[in-house]
């Protein structure tokens, strides 16, 4: 304190004369910050810059703080110095872009947010709803992004070449014939079947160069269709886990933070409004389960824990019954979809055989999932882990009975096998897309108003109230956009017929929120699911990657049986075709791709991997550390708060005690007063 050099300020007294008084300094009025726990815990840093004398260098420090200034300790006119001095080390464009180009740049992302598609639709959902349901809708329009990017590669690799060169002399013509008719477009068959949909369509034409031809481009494009796709569904999920991991297992959403920062300040509507009280009042009461459901885990005996995993092992066993016979119906109704004489029949009796393995399909994904569920509630897990078990059955159900659905079609029909595959992807698409609108307008609908018309009757108490389930529409959702993935190499336009069939469900999807639900009353954790769901989209991803993979292996097996259909001509595969273009290049560059091609590349390549998987491995450590030291950084600024919380309190209580009159043995006069002041000016 004798250090400080006080700085003088003028005033004037009553008679006008000048009076100067020592000005507030910044070291009196950092005591007590000098005493906060935080700062007695890093002395130990601070003492390194202390001066030769022994008291800590405050000057140099301050000048080279980079911290905001509303943080810094100090009066309000060092803060304006040491605003100065900050400033003029900046340049104009610095300063141009920490301010002003940061402001415009907020600017410019808001303006283009709000030009996005369905965006008022998305806030007026999100009113009524919450976040919870617009992120669904947020979700849907992601894939509708998606499918258009995959509209544009099919676009500039399959589709834009075979148009512009044209497809080879003996192809068919693509006209309307008398056999063909309006249920075509829902079998995918007649006038479809000739048309850019599937895979026979795009034969050679003029394009027929070594190494730039139709085969080629058809398979490039359908590479970077799953590629792009691979690389969005990876980077989607690595963000979500990243969420989940910096929150840790072990983080848990304390009370105060519910009730004071739980609140959504998008809701306009005073319904809503109440919906989020008792959102915010059910989040309480389900986290009071929770911890009741985990402090009577730790009060089972031993007794209760075996029949608990009995019980479990034999719900499990219902669990694998069930799977194995919905599986089995699936090949059932592939082999009674498959059988002789059904073309000779009326269109009416054609129909329903011929979608009858979509039909069981979505039937069985519709009904089991209700009956996992029934399932989880006997288990005695927590909400949470009940919403999760079921949700991996479903999706277990989902991706299995597709990829069934998806072996038995590949190898059952060995002559012209894209063309059928492509037909049954085609179906399925369809068919999802009108089970959305037949459970929108025949279903929920006319439940909504049952209830409204005659709400006291038995059965509108029995339907009860209509909530949008989040996570199984979410599944349906990632179960289409699979189908289209595993179907674009054998119905390249089938992104295009899902960009359509996804534009739909928005409108038939928001009809169905605003119309027939209302607001959930138990909350869902969609931040715990999201990875799961993001996680599912990257196995649809693999899938289709897998689907493609098995058919180039047929391609190969059976290369001497092929015919001539398609990009690829009598005896061609993917390998005979690449093997043209190699040869035809020069030798240089043969020698390149051999080496590439080779085993001895495998060691660099390996030893790449290993590089970056330490380097992604050490950064993930250095930011393990750096979120330890902000949780102490937290922790103390607690402990800080609770010291001048208790320094005000002993503060406030010595303020309230009297105080002794201590009687003084001289008066200091008025004349005195201004005699001492004039020698403290002079001084």
């Given at each position: 304190?004798?250090?400080c050099?006080?700085?003088?300020?003028?005033?004037?007294?009553?008679?006008?004369?000048?009076v100067?008084?020592?000005s507030e300094?910044?070291?009196?009025?950092?005591?007590?910050y000098?005493?906060l726990?935080?700062s007695?815990?890093?002395?130990?840093e601070?003492?390194s810059?202390?001066g030769?004398?022994?008291?800590s260098?405050?000057q140099?420090?301050?000048?080279?703080?980079?911290?905001?200034?509303?943080?810094?300790?100090?009066?309000?006119?060092r803060?304006?110095?040491?605003?100065?001095?900050r400033t003029?080390n900046i340049d104009?464009?610095?300063s141009w872009?920490?301010?002003k180009g940061?402001?415009?740049?907020?600017q410019?992302r808001?303006?283009?947010?709000?030009l996005?598609?369905w965006?008022?639709?998305?806030?007026?959902?999100?009113g009524r709803?919450?976040?919870g349901?617009?992120?669904?809708?947020?979700?849907?329009?992601?894939?509708?992004?998606?499918?258009?990017l995959?509209?544009?590669l099919?676009?500039?690799?399959?589709?834009?070449?075979?148009?512009?060169?044209?497809?080879s002399?003996?192809s068919?013509?693509l006209?309307f014939g008398?056999?063909?008719?309006?249920l075509?477009?829902?079998?995918?068959?007649?006038?479809l079947a000739?048309?850019?949909?599937?895979?026979?369509y795009?034969t050679?034409?003029a394009?027929?160069s070594?190494c730039?031809n139709t085969?080629q481009l058809?398979?490039?494009g359908?590479l970077?269709?799953?590629?792009?796709?691979?690389?969005?569904?990876v980077r989607r999920?690595?963000?979500?886990?990243k969420?989940?991991?910096?929150?840790?297992s072990?983080?848990?959403?304390?009370?105060?933070?519910?009730?004071f920062?739980g609140?959504?300040?998008n809701?306009?509507?005073?319904?809503?409004?109440?919906?989020?009280?008792?959102?915010?009042?059910?989040?309480?009461k389900?986290?009071?389960?929770e911890q009741?459901?985990?402090?009577?885990?730790t009060?089972?005996?031993?007794?209760?824990?075996v029949?608990?995993?009995?019980?479990r092992?034999l719900?499990n066993?219902?669990?694998?019954?069930l799977?194995?016979?919905?599986?089995?119906?699936?090949?059932?109704?592939?082999?009674?979809?498959?059988?002789k004489?059904?073309?000779d029949?009326y269109?009416?009796?054609r129909?329903?055989?011929?979608?009858?393995?979509?039909?069981?399909?979505?039937?069985?994904?519709?009904?089991?999932p209700?009956?996992?569920r029934?399932?989880?509630?006997f288990?005695?897990?927590?909400f949470?882990t009940q919403?999760n078990?079921?949700?991996v059955?479903?999706i277990?159900l989902?991706?299995?009975?597709?990829g069934?659905?998806?072996?038995?079609?590949?190898?059952g029909?060995?002559?012209?096998?894209e063309?059928?595959?492509?037909?049954?992807m085609?179906?399925?698409?369809?068919f999802?897309?009108?089970?959305?609108v037949?459970?929108?307008f025949l279903?929920?609908?006319?439940?909504?108003?049952?209830?409204?018309?005659?709400p006291s009757s038995?059965?509108?108490?029995?339907?009860g109230?209509?909530?949008?389930?989040?996570?199984f529409?979410?599944?349906?959702?990632?179960?289409a956009?699979?189908?289209?993935?595993v179907?674009?190499?054998?119905?390249p336009?089938l992104?295009?017929?899902?960009?359509f069939?996804l534009?739909?469900?928005?409108?038939v999807?928001?009809?169905?929120?605003?119309?027939?639900?209302v607001?959930?009353k138990?909350?869902?954790r969609a931040s715990?699911?999201s990875?799961?769901?993001?996680?599912?989209?990257?196995?649809?991803v693999?899938?289709?990657?897998?689907t493609?993979?098995?058919?180039?292996?047929?391609q190969e097996?059976s290369k001497n049986?092929a015919?001539?259909h398609?990009p690829?001509?009598t005896?061609?595969?993917?390998?005979?075709?690449?093997n043209?273009?190699v040869?035809s290049?020069?030798t240089?560059a043969?020698?390149a791709?051999?080496?590439?091609?080779s085993q001895?590349?495998?060691?660099?390549l390996?030893?790449?991997?290993?590089?970056?998987?330490i380097?992604?491995?050490s950064?993930?450590?250095?930011n393990?550390?750096?979120i330890?030291?902000?949780?102490?950084?937290?922790?103390?600024?607690?402990?800080?708060?609770?010291f001048?919380?208790?320094?005000?309190?002993?503060?406030?209580?010595?303020?309230?005690?009297?105080?002794p009159?201590?009687?003084?043995?001289?008066?200091?006069?008025d004349?005195?007063?201004?005699q001492?002041?004039q020698?403290?000016?002079?001084l």
């Open positions: 304190m004798e250090d050099v006080p700085e003088k300020s003028e005033a004037l007294s009553d008679d006008g004369s000048p100067t008084w020592p300094c910044d070291y009196y009025n950092t005591e007590i000098d005493l726990p935080s007695q815990a890093g002395q130990s601070l003492s810059h202390d030769p004398d022994g008291h260098s405050r140099p420090r301050e000048k080279t703080s980079q911290q905001p200034l509303k943080n810094l300790p100090v009066c309000l006119q803060k304006r110095e040491i605003r100065d001095r003029q104009a464009w610095e872009k920490s301010s940061r402001r415009r740049w907020a410019m808001g303006v283009l947010k709000s996005l598609p965006q008022q639709m998305l806030h007026t959902i999100e709803f919450g976040v349901v617009k992120a669904y809708f947020v979700f849907l329009r992601y894939l509708v992004y998606l499918n258009m995959n509209c544009a099919v676009w500039t690799f399959i589709l834009g070449p075979t148009v512009y060169y044209g497809r002399n003996n068919e013509a006209v008398s056999n063909d008719s309006f075509d477009f829902f079998l995918g068959s007649g006038f000739r048309s850019p949909l599937y895979f026979d795009y050679r034409g394009l027929d070594p730039v085969p058809y398979v490039a359908i970077s269709i799953l590629l792009i796709s691979l690389i969005m569904a999920t690595a963000v979500g886990y969420h989940n991991w910096i929150l840790g072990q983080y848990r959403m304390n009370v105060s933070f519910r009730i920062c609140w959504d300040f809701i306009k509507e005073p319904d809503s409004a109440e919906r989020k009280h008792s959102f915010i009042r059910n989040g309480l389900l986290l009071l389960l009741s459901f985990h402090f009577s885990i009060q089972r005996t031993l007794g209760r824990r029949c608990i995993h009995f019980l092992s719900l066993i219902i669990v694998l019954l799977l194995a016979g919905s599986f089995y119906l699936i090949y059932k109704a592939i082999e009674i979809s498959k059988k004489g059904l073309e029949q269109w009416f009796v129909l329903p055989f011929q979608y009858l393995p979509p039909i069981t399909i979505t039937s069985v994904n519709l009904i089991l209700l009956i996992f029934k399932i989880a509630a288990e005695e897990y927590s949470t919403v078990v079921t949700l059955r479903s277990v989902k991706l299995t009975s597709l069934i659905y998806l072996y038995f079609v590949i190898t029909s060995p002559q012209h096998r063309d059928h595959f492509g037909q049954e085609y179906k399925l698409c369809v999802s897309f009108l089970t959305t037949c459970k929108a279903l929920s609908f006319p439940k909504k108003l049952m209830v409204e018309k005659y038995c059965l509108a108490r029995m339907l109230e209509q909530y949008f389930e989040i996570p529409n979410v599944l349906d959702l990632v179960y956009q699979t189908v289209s993935w179907g674009v190499y054998f119905c336009l992104p295009l017929i899902s960009t069939t534009m739909l469900t928005i409108y999807k928001k009809f169905t929120v605003l119309r027939c639900c607001a959930e138990r909350l869902f715990n699911s990875v799961l769901f993001h996680f599912m989209l990257l196995l649809g693999l899938m289709a990657a897998t493609l993979i098995f058919n180039f292996h047929l097996s049986n015919t001539a398609g690829f001509r005896g061609e595969t993917l390998l005979s075709v690449a043209v273009c040869t290049l020069p240089h043969q020698s791709i051999y080496y590439l091609s001895a590349f495998a060691l660099p390996l030893l790449i991997e290993i590089m970056i998987l380097w992604f491995v950064l993930g450590r250095n393990r550390r750096a330890e030291s902000l949780k102490n950084v937290l922790a103390s600024s607690s402990s800080d708060k609770r001048l919380v208790i320094k005000n309190m002993t503060t406030f209580k010595e303020e309230k005690k009297p105080r009159r201590k009687r003084s043995k001289s008066k200091i006069s004349a005195n007063l201004d001492t002041l020698s403290v000016e002079r």
